[in-house]
């Protein structure tokens, strides 16, 4: 057989595939969904997971006394958001103090952190035009580190390539000045915290709507059925047959 009939008949076998899907109507999805049986504990624990994780005090606390979870240390929570908070507005002094104040060990044992938050005080004298100051504290705080860490010399050379441009709006690293560096830095520095603090570093529930994304793609290929296009509201929609 040619190769043009073999491409012939392979598509015509893939197009019987489509059209031989299963048709899973909304009443027999609907089913399906009440035989799965899901505790209510589990979901308030899924609920406080992403409410502590994320660091939303007071909504983790009204939560705990509407929903009767677990008793939550608000305090930790509270410094932890301090930390965040500090690097996310550029005072990453005070940050580093802060986890200090909480845990010496965490920057003790994470020296690609430690070297992040170093890396994001030169990015915001830099930002501030310290140049002087940029330059001395590179050279006496990143640059010995660099020398140990060829990944953390090449952030460095990176970070004071920001000194040669006049106008950063044009500067191939300008992004290092852009708010999306400090929420970076400050994501790392409350994953740390959570970690020294035995906690999950990432909350459960968007990871849980990934792998609901994933499976119903997967389902796409085998059945027509009700699915959920719209995350934020979970509205069933009927299959297109």
Aim: overall charge negative.
């Amino acid at each position: 057989m040619s190769p043009f009939w073999i491409v012939i008949r392979q598509l015509a076998e893939i197009e019987a595939m489509a059209l031989s899907k299963k048709v899973i109507t909304r009443e027999e999805w609907e089913k399906k969904l009440n035989d799965v049986k899901i505790r209510k504990e589990d979901m308030n624990k899924l609920v406080m997971n992403f409410l502590v994780t994320e660091g939303y005090v007071d909504a983790a606390e009204k939560f705990r006394m509407e929903s009767g979870t677990e008793h939550i240390d608000l305090a930790t929570i509270t410094d932890r958001m301090a930390v965040k908070k500090a690097v996310q507005c550029g005072n990453v002094e005070d940050a580093i103090e802060k986890v200090n104040d909480l845990n010496p060990e965490i920057l003790d044992t994470n020296p690609q952190l430690f070297f992040h938050l170093q890396q994001q005080r030169l990015i915001e004298l830099i930002r501030n035009g310290k140049v002087e100051e940029a330059l001395e504290f590179a050279q006496e705080e990143l640059a010995p580190r660099g020398e140990e860490n060829q990944s953390f010399l090449e952030e460095l050379e990176r970070t004071v390539a920001l000194l040669a441009f006049e106008d950063v709006s044009n500067c191939p690293v300008g992004d290092l000045l852009d708010i999306s560096q400090r929420l970076k830095t400050a994501s790392e520095v409350n994953a740390a915290i959570l970690t020294s603090q035995s906690h999950e570093k990432d909350p459960k529930l968007p990871s849980l709507l990934k792998m609901l994304v994933w499976a119903q793609n997967q389902l796409d290929e085998k059945a027509a059925y009700p699915r959920i296009n719209n995350l934020s509201t979970a509205t069933l929609e009927d299959p297109a047959v």
